[in-house]
């Protein structure tokens, strides 16, 4: 079975400060890992995704997040937050055995203080 | 090229009223997909198509039922709504070539059952 936490449902940043949201899976499989971001009344877009080639994934909007495997952990990270940045972020879990479907963790909103 | 579609965006049932939330993706994409999304809980997995002609249980399946009409439409239907089913419905689709295709999202259908 998979899983996946998301640590702090609300992050607090101020402009121009580093972005860290947290996210740790659980798989008895090699996992692909993505990041979504949900703006307000809006569907899922897709930030990045990891499918175990490179570790360290970049994505659209400036971000970024490194997959751990000793951690099992796949954080988002962006070193200058924009105000533009405040949404809802999901990390999702998969595998190839999985047929596309995505287990998600509970979100963490992120808000961005002048 | 629209993407996922999803109709209505917006309903209100009373409880015992049944409904269909419509779905359709022109991406040619092989798999469709229907999550919910409750408040703190995340997105979860209702019902999904791996094909055309096929469709098995997600995460969350009681209560609803769903018809994939062709490659391109995915409906879910509502038999007997009740409160418990106030959410919001995103509809998804993906290429699965060995899973790690990342979902298009829809927009949403924000339903209220009173």
């Known amino acids: 079975a998979q899983s996946v936490t998301q640590l702090g449902s609300h992050v607090s940043v101020s402009e121009g400060a580093l972005v860290l949201l947290r996210c740790n899976y659980s798989s008895s499989v090699p996992p692909y890992l993505f990041w979504y971001v949900q703006y307000p009344n809006q569907g899922l877009q897709l930030l990045l995704k990891?499918?175990?080639?490179?570790?360290l994934v970049k994505g659209i909007n400036g971000f970024e997040a490194e997959f751990k495997k000793s951690e099992t952990s796949f954080h988002l990270t962006k070193p200058s937050a924009h105000m533009s940045d405040a949404a809802e972020y999901f990390c999702a879990v998969s595998s190839y055995n999985q047929g596309g479907k995505l287990i998600f963790g509970q979100g963490t909103e992120l808000s961005v203080k002048p | 090229n629209a993407g996922v579609t999803q109709t209505p965006k917006f309903q209100v049932l009373k409880t015992g009223q049944s409904m269909t939330l419509q779905c359709a993706q022109d991406m040619n994409h092989n798999s469709m997909y229907w999550y919910r999304q409750d408040p703190g809980m995340g997105l979860r997995l209702i019902y999904y198509?791996?094909?055309?002609?096929?469709?098995d249980k997600g995460e969350v399946p009681n209560g609803y039922n769903v018809s994939r009409l062709n490659k391109r439409e995915f409906s879910l239907r509502l038999e007997s709504a009740a409160p418990s089913q106030t959410s919001v419905y995103f509809c998804a689709s993906s290429e699965i070539v060995g899973g790690a295709e990342d979902g298009v999202f829809g927009p949403g259908t924000r339903l209220t059952v009173l």
């Open positions: 990891y499918t175990s080639a490179a570790t």
């Open positions: 198509s791996a094909s055309e002609g096929t469709t």
